[in-house]
């Protein structure tokens, strides 16, 4: 049957402003050195630079402060060398080298292309004939890093396509690493990757029908610590733990909205972006 295809008017381009944060990884001399020096400020003078900087990043982000607090606990294995402690670090200077180690990432610098349509699962509202839409976008930007960004919108009736309006900020999403695996279909992913073989029948032997992440690894870690591996065996655990770490869920707060919603590189396998 012969499809007429008509080309709309609707563009939707990449807007480089669009940014989130990344962990900003110092070189070992230079963290230790941006932190003794906040170290070393008086907490007037922390105040005022944190108030630089938050009046800086709180324009483009949501939460800014929850951000900079995980960015900070990624630095207390440096300031427990320097100081023995991070203890009693007040919340200022906490926030403060928190700050120093945030950067930030424009998600579609370099192109936003391939767009995918669904079905919105919320019909509610709608006039005779439209139908909600969600379109996700892959979204390309510095080092060319891809992820995947939402729009969401309304067709009518003939076919005119209307973008409902974008938030402000991107959320990014909360990774759940207690992923559940069904064996059923962690089988059929060792059969496409030609592993399932003797030691990972014998590994999934002693794994219920539905295991965690920490189960499988517990499960693997005892077979090498225990057994004669020959080297295929062992390149066999290493790539069924390779295929776990590719598997997880992410979960979005409900109060971001879908246009602020972005799906960025999360395990190895993902580094040089998502296809």
């Given at each position: 049957?012969?499809i007429?295809?008509?080309r ?27 932190i003794q ?7 007037n ?9 938050l009046r800086e990043f ?9 951000i900079?607090?995980i960015?900070?606990?990624k ?18 200077k ?7 180690f945030?950067?930030?990432?424009s998600?579609e ?7 995918s349509?669904?079905?919105h ?6 006039e ?15 080092s060319?890093?891809?992820s995947?960004?939402?729009r ?34 962690f ?9 399932f073989?003797d ?5 999934l ?9 920490t ?8 077979a090498q610590?225990t ?10 655990l290493?790539q069924?733990?390779?295929?776990a770490?590719s598997?997880y ?8 909205d ?9 395990s190895?396998?993902e ?5």
């Amino acid at each position: 049957m012969r499809i007429t295809v008509n080309r709309k008017g609707d563009r939707i381009y990449p807007d480089p402003k669009r940014v989130i944060t990344r962990f900003f990884e110092h070189s070992e001399i230079r963290a230790k050195s941006i932190i003794q020096k906040i170290l070393d400020m008086n907490e007037n003078e922390a105040e005022n630079a944190l108030n630089m900087g938050l009046r800086e990043f709180a324009k483009r982000h949501r939460n800014i402060t929850k951000i900079f607090m995980i960015n900070f606990s990624k630095t207390i294995h440096y300031i427990n060398e320097l100081t023995g402690s991070h203890e009693k670090m007040s919340q200022i200077k906490r926030l403060l080298i928190g700050s120093f180690f945030t950067m930030e990432y424009s998600i579609e610098s370099a192109a936003l292309f391939n767009p995918s349509i669904v079905e919105h699962p919320d019909q509610n509202e709608l006039e005779e004939g439209q139908k909600r839409i969600i379109v996700s976008f892959r979204a390309t930007g510095e080092s060319h890093i891809s992820s995947i960004v939402f729009r969401s919108g309304i067709i009518d009736k003939d076919l005119n396509l209307q973008f409902d309006p974008r938030g402000n900020y991107f959320g990014e999403a909360e990774i759940i690493k207690g992923y559940e695996y069904d064996k059923k279909e962690f089988i059929v992913i060792l059969h496409e990757h030609d592993i399932f073989n003797d030691i990972s029948t014998d590994i999934l032997n002693q794994l219920g029908d539905f295991f965690f992440y920490t189960d499988l690894s517990d499960t693997i870690k005892k077979a090498q610590d225990t057994k004669k591996l020959n080297l295929d065996q062992q390149k066999t655990l290493k790539q069924m733990m390779w295929l776990a770490k590719s598997h997880y869920e992410i979960d979005f707060s409900q109060d971001t909205d879908i246009s602020e919603r972005i799906i960025f590189p999360v395990s190895k396998t993902e580094s040089n972006g998502i296809e």
